[in-house]
């Protein structure tokens, strides 16, 4: 079964460094996003992304952030100056039934530690 | 404001039984909702979904219900096993589209004892 691809597994960064987040999303998949769940606490929604610009974001999603489909496989989340508490799991989906009669399939998630 | 909640954080049950896990939503706009088991180290993985246009889906020794009168969500799970035990989110569209954000609940930690 196709399955939603995120690297590294885990990112341990200095506070203030920048860091970039890949996803592979399910190849014909057209909607994509990105969520966090700091630990212990519950999945929060980042941004969505169709058609190559931002359908909608956060208020957690605020300059510091970006994403980007740089290519057409990838999907990447970047955080230009790390904060202590950016340390979460991170998680990319993506869907592709433009009519929304699918689900969002998750990544297993890219662990991000802020030293 | 817009919440989706669990009313129950720990549930432990034995090998065989059925169980049952609850969530509240408050928007009452939703209508696409949905169940994630997210195990240990891994992303949530889709269970099953269900639309407010009806009050009963059923999939593999899942059956999720729908009571938009009190905007509550259940998922049973049928003769549970060891490795159903996970985390389980429920989650809604927030009154958006289904392929829009998804707004989750706090999680309930499902243990089966064998």
């Known amino acids: 079964e196709p399955e939603v691809t995120q690297t590294p597994s885990h990112q341990v960064t200095q506070m203030g460094q920048e860091v970039i987040l890949r996803c592979v999303p399910i190849s014909n998949h057209l909607y994509f996003y990105w969520y966090r769940q700091i630990l212990g606490q519950k999945v929060e929604f980042l941004v969505s992304?169709?058609?190559?610009?931002?359908?909608?974001k956060s208020e957690i999603f605020d300059d510091q952030f970006s994403v980007e489909r740089p290519d057409g496989s990838n999907f990447t989340l970047k955080i230009r100056s790390t904060k202590l508490e950016d340390s979460a799991m991170y998680f990319c989906?993506?869907?592709?039934?433009?009519?929304?009669?699918?689900?969002?399939?998750f990544g297993d998630g890219t662990r991000l530690s802020i030293l | 404001g817009e919440s989706v909640g669990l009313h129950l954080p720990t549930l432990s049950v034995q090998e065989g039984d059925n169980s049952i896990i609850n969530c509240a939503y408050s928007n009452s706009a939703s209508d696409y909702f949905i169940w994630y088991k997210q195990e240990s180290g891994k992303g949530p993985q889709f269970i099953i979904d269900?639309?407010?246009?009806?009050d009963k889906r059923q999939g593999q020794r899942v059956t999720v219900l729908l009571n938009k009168t009190v905007k509550h969500l259940s998922l049973q799970i049928a003769a549970t096993q060891p490795g159903d035990s996970a985390v389980y989110f429920c989650a809604d569209n927030a009154g958006g589209t289904s392929y829009g954000k998804l707004t989750f609940g706090q999680g309930t930690i499902l243990t089966v004892h064998p």
């Open positions: 992304f169709y058609n190559n610009e931002i359908s909608e």
């Open positions: 269900i639309r407010s246009n009806m």
């Open positions: 989906a993506s869907n592709g039934d433009p009519a929304g009669n699918q689900p969002q399939h």
